[in-house]
């Protein structure tokens, strides 16, 4: 099994704002931060998926998360890129 960290943003149109997850199902994590079933932050808002990292290991995921939501400075360089790819 396969987990992932993932980075989404809020679609234009909302508030700017950006959520690190993990999960073991992306598309599932996704809808469920879609229809307000996620997150307590992500709630309230449509979002896209900006960026995801595959790890074999749970604990390495579960760190690679803590890193990513401590790293706003990453975090803005991944959104970035992904605009830039966008357009």
């Known amino acids: 099994m396969l987990f992932h960290v993932y980075l989404i ?14 999960t073991n199902n992306i ?8 229809s307000n079933k ?5 709630k309230g808002y449509k ?3 900006v960026y995801k990292k595959s ?3 749970k604990s390495k995921a579960l760190s690679y ?7 706003r400075v990453k975090r803005i360089d991944l959104i970035n890129g992904f605009n830039k790819k966008k357009h």
């Open 27 to 34: 598309k599932s994590r996704l809808a469920k931060h879609n």
């Open 65 to 71: 998360e803590y890193k990513l939501k401590k790293d």
């Open 9 to 22: 943003k809020t679609i234009k149109g909302f508030k700017n704002k950006s959520y690190v997850g993990f």
């Open 38 to 42: 996620g997150a307590k932050a992500t």
């Open 55 to 57: 790890f074999k290991n």
């Open 47 to 49: 979002w896209e998926l």
